[in-house]
T-cell receptor, first 108, second 124 residues
Framework: SSELTQDPAVSVALGQTVRITCQGDSLRNYYASWYQQKPGQAPLLVLYGRYERPSGIPHRFSGSSSGNTASLTITGAQAEDEADYYC???????????FGGGTKLTVL | VQLVQSGAEVRKPGASVTLSCESSGYTFITYYIHWIRQAPGQGLEWMGIINPSGGTTTYAQKFQGRVTMTRETSRSTVYMELRRLRSDDTAVYYCARGDSVNYGGLSSYYMDVWGKGTTVNVFS
């Protein structure tokens, strides 16, 4: 079982705002990173650190955290945002990393 | 910046496989390399990490004793060997460049460049 817990599926109406969450004890000590994966493609980093976006990632992607929960928010979801989203962080106090189980985002 | 992975592999149960990941466009020894796999229809699974500078490794507990990650700095290439293959090792294996940022207390570890993946099929 994953040390990071994500909702398996979330849906959002086109143009609306959606938040995808990731829960885990390690998130009290480490920021999560977030990855978008579309069918047949490698994952793409969309958010890392203190809610930083890599070059080319739209501003509608943002992040936040509280306690043991990290969140990825898409403000004004677009059809092209439909994908699987994974969080990642350190695993407990060791040097290992772990992924959340992933959230399938459907844009209606 | 890119990571180019080796081609698809087919193996029988009990065999071993070695995958490669060649880096270009940046200084090879300045970034870690992670290996991540994804079984058909499943999520991402972190396997381990290698520091190309010194060759030190950390493996996920699940794979310890069965995986070895090495590097060849002259070729800017990292290798991942998985032994004693089982049918549930059938997956796409990705390498990804790793980086980190520290905010004076809290850190973030992330993978900013990914290879396209290598499919490994294990069946008898």
């Amino acid at each position: 079982s994953s040390e990071l817990t994500q909702d398996p599926a979330v849906s959002v109406a086109l143009g609306q705002t959606v938040r995808i969450t990731c829960q885990g004890d390690s998130l009290r000590n480490y920021y999560a990173s977030w990855y978008q994966q579309k069918p047949g493609q490698a994952p793409l980093l969309v958010l890392y650190g203190r809610y930083e976006r890599p070059s080319g990632i739209p501003h509608r992607f943002s992040g936040s955290s509280s306690g043991n929960t990290a969140s990825l928010t898409i403000t004004g979801a677009q059809a092209e945002d439909e994908a699987d989203y994974y969080c990642n962080s350190r695993h407990g106090s060791g040097d290992q990393l772990v992924f959340g189980g992933g959230t399938k985002l459907t844009v209606l | 910046v890119q990571l180019v992975q080796s081609g698809a592999e087919v193996r029988k149960p009990g065999a071993s496989v070695t995958l490669s990941c060649e880096s270009s466009g940046y200084t090879f020894i300045t970034y870690y390399i992670h290996w991540i796999r994804q079984a058909p229809g499943q999520g991402l699974e972190w396997m381990g990490i290698i520091n190309p500078s010194g060759g030190t490794t950390t493996y996920a507990q699940k794979f310890q004793g069965r995986v070895t990650m090495t590097r060849e700095t002259s070729r800017s290439t990292v290798y991942m060997e998985l032994r004693r293959l089982r049918s549930d090792d059938t997956a796409v294996y990705y390498c990804a460049r790793g980086d980190s940022v520290n905010y004076g207390g809290l850190s973030s570890y992330y993978m900013d460049v990914w290879g396209k993946g290598t499919t490994v099929n294990v069946f008898s």
